[in-house]
Nanobody, 121 residues
Framework: QVQLAESGGGFVQAGGSLRLSCAASGSFFSTDSMGWYRQVPGEQRELVASITRSGRTTYADSVKGRFTISRDNAKNLVNLQMNSLKTEETAVYYC???????????????WGRGSQVTVST
């Protein structure tokens, strides 16, 4: 069974920084794309950043230049460094990973439980 364990959420003042981490564990062959979405109550979940296994990154326009996503393939780990946080970025941040059970299998999407990030004035 595959699990995604998130850590690093919490409270921070506007302009501050937080680092989120997410590790995939269980029985599987490899992780493909990994990344983070965020969701505010009553709104749709939105992509924050993603990174492929080869290291290609994608960012939401609103976070470019402030957030950095990275990964460690050997540890099936993805990190999100968030700098210059804004109050409107208060949300639950969800880690995701596309998991392959074999070299030829189609990746299956898994989600973490979510980490609350609260940015105060």
């Amino acid at each position: 069974q595959v699990q995604l364990a998130e850590s690093g959420g919490g409270f921070v003042q506007a302009g501050g920084s937080l680092r989120l981490s997410c590790a995939a564990s269980g029985s599987f062959f490899s992780t493909d794309s990994m990344g983070w979405y965020r969701q505010v109550p009553g709104e749709q979940r939105e992509l924050v950043a993603s990174i492929t296994r080869s290291g290609r990154t994608t960012y939401a326009d609103s976070v470019k230049g402030r957030f950095t996503i990275s990964r460690d393939n050997a540890k099936n780990l993805v990190n999100l460094q968030m700098n210059s946080l804004k109050t409107e970025e208060t949300a639950v941040y969800y880690c995701y990973a596309d998991i392959k059970q074999s070299y030829t299998s189609t990746p299956v999407l898994y989600w973490g439980r979510g980490s609350q990030v609260t940015v105060s004035t």
